[in-house]
C-alpha cells in the first residue's frame, strides 16, 4: 500500500497500556521497556495485586491494555493465577512470561507447559543488556499482533461512512480488515462523516459512503466495488497479453505459487473471488507454520505473503470470482473468465480451496452478517465485546475461532453434535479450552432454529440424543462446521473425486493416462491446468501443505512451458 495516502484519525485515545509485573526485576523490565513509552502507556506493578488495581484503573478510564508482562515469580501468587487473574480485567491484553536468567532452567518445563497449553503467548528470558533485540522482536510480534486484531485503528486508509452497521458496510470493513487496510465506520453527523460527505459530489441515496486512500468517495454497491477500486478489473489486462500462470485462489497454495511463479520470472496473475488469505486469513492464530515460533495470524501471514508476491511482480485482482475456463485446443493457452473480463494464461493453477458447509436453517442464513457469521470473522469477533456467543463446530478451526472470541465476548459456548472434542480437535486446543473460564462446551447438541429483529438475538438448541430444545439468547453465532471444495466453475475436462475434489497424478483414473504413465503429481487431466491446496483430492488441508503444494507447482509449470529445456 506504499505512496498510498492515509488519513489521520482525528479522534484522541489514550494510549494503550503495558503492564509490567516484577517485585526484584522491576528496574529492569522498566528500562527495557523504556523505548515503548512514547507511544504506550508502560506501568510497573510490584505485585499481582497492585497490577489487577492498575488494570482496572486503564479499563474503567477507558483506556486498552496491549500487553502485560509477568515475571515468572510472584509474590503470594503462581504465575498461573497472575495470567488468569488479569484475564479477567483485560482479556484481550497479550500475555507475556519472562523468567529471570537466574531461574529459567528451573522453570522452564512448568512454563513451557503453560504456553503450549495456551496460558500465555510468549513465554522469554530477561533481557540481560541493551539492544537485546531478540526479547524485543518477541514484544513487537505481540503487539503487532495486539494491534491487528484488537485495536481500533488510529492511521485509517479507508473510510466507511454509514448510519448503521449493514450486512454490506460489515462486510467492506471484514474484507478491508483481511487485506489490512486499516479502516473505520463513522455516523454520518460525525465529524469524520461530515468531512467525508462534504467530498462526495452525489446526493448519497443510500449507505456507505466510502472514501478510499483520499480518493473520491464513492457508494458501493458490493465488497467487490470496493476491491475494484484497490485492485482493479480483470480486464485491464490487455486482452491480446497471454500470461504464464493465471493461479484462481489467492490463499496459502495461491500465495505461495505467487511468490514462487514471479520470482522465477514467469508473468502470473492471482485471481481472488473475496480477500486475498483464503481460509488461513480467517484464522486468529496459526501456531504450527514452520519458522513462527510464538505463531502469527492468518490475516498477517496472508499480508506477507501478498506484499512479498506484489514485490516480484504477481498483478492480484480480488473481488472477482472466477466463473468457467475454456480449455485451449491443442496447446493453445487456456481462457479464465470473470465477470469483469478475461484472463489467457498459458498455464493455469487451480487454488480454489474449501467453503464452509451450510447450517440450512433459513431463519439464521437470512442473519448473516448480522451476527451469524460462517468462519471465525475476525472483524466481526470485535464486536462481540460483552455478548453471549456460540461457536458451532468440533475442529480445530471452531476451537481457534472460540478462543479468540473469548478475549471479547463474556462467554463463548462451543456445541457440537458429538459426545466430546476428543475425536475432532487437537489435545492442545481442548486443554486450552478447558482452562478458559469464559468458554464451556455443549455436547450432543445442534441449532434448528434462530432469529432476531435487526440482528441475531436468539438461537434455539435441539439434543441430539433426547430431542429436548432450549432457547438461548445469544448476539453472535460463529458457524465453522467443516468444508467442502468449490468446483462448480471449473471444466468438464478436469477429473474430481467422488467428493468433488480435483484429481491430480497417481489419482487420476487410469483411462486418462498418457501412454499407461499418470500425470506428474499436482497434474490435473488437462495439460497446463494444475491443482494446490485444500482443493486437490487427498491434500493434508493444512497451511504449510497448501503453500508446499503451490510453490512445488510452479517447476511444473516450468516444465509445461518451456519442456524442451528440462
Ligand atoms: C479458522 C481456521 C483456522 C485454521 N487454522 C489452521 C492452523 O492453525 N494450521 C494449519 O495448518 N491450517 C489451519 N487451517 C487450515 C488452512 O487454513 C487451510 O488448509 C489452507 O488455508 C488451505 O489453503 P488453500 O490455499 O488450499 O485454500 P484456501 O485457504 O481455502 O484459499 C482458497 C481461496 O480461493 C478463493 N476462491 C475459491 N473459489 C474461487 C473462484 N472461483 N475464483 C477465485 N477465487 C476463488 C477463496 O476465496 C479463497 O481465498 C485453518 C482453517 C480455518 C478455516
Redesign the pocket.
Known sequence: MSGLGRIRHPRKVPNPSILLISENHGDILETQFARYAREYDVRVADSLMAAYLQAREVHEAGGQMALFVTESVLPHATVFDAVAKMRTVVPTARRVVVAHWERFRQDADQLRHGLSTGKYDAYLLMPRGVRDEEFHTAIVEMLNDWNATVATPEVEAVRIIAPEHTPLTLAIHDYLDRIGSPSGIHPPESEVGQEVLARYTGEPDRWPVVETYNREPQVPTSVRDVAMTIYGRPDDIDVEQVVDLAI???????LAASVYAASEGLSTVA????AI????G??SM????LGFPRGISGMRLAQRARNQAIRFGTRFFTGW??TGVTVGADGQPHRVHTEGGDVVARSVLI????DYRRLGVDSLEELIGRGVHY??AMTAAREMEGQDVLVVGGG??AG??AVHLSRFARSVTILVRRRSLAETMSAYLIKEIEYNPRIEVRTCGQVVDGGGEASLEWVELEDVETQERERREVRGLFL?LGAEP?CD?LPEQIALDERGFVLTGRDVPADRWNDGVPPPDLCTTVPGIFAA???RSGSM????S?TGEGANAVSLVHDHLAPEQT
Open positions: 484462481v485462489g489467492a490463499g496459502p497454495a495461491g485471481i481472488e473471488s473475496e488469505g483464503g481460509q488461513a480467517t484464522s496459526i501456531r504450527n507454520y470470482p472466477v487454488a480454489s480451496g474449501v468462519g471465525a480445530n478451526s481457534q475461532a465453522l468449490r466453475w491446496g485444500d482443493i488441508k493444512r497451511v504449510a497448501a
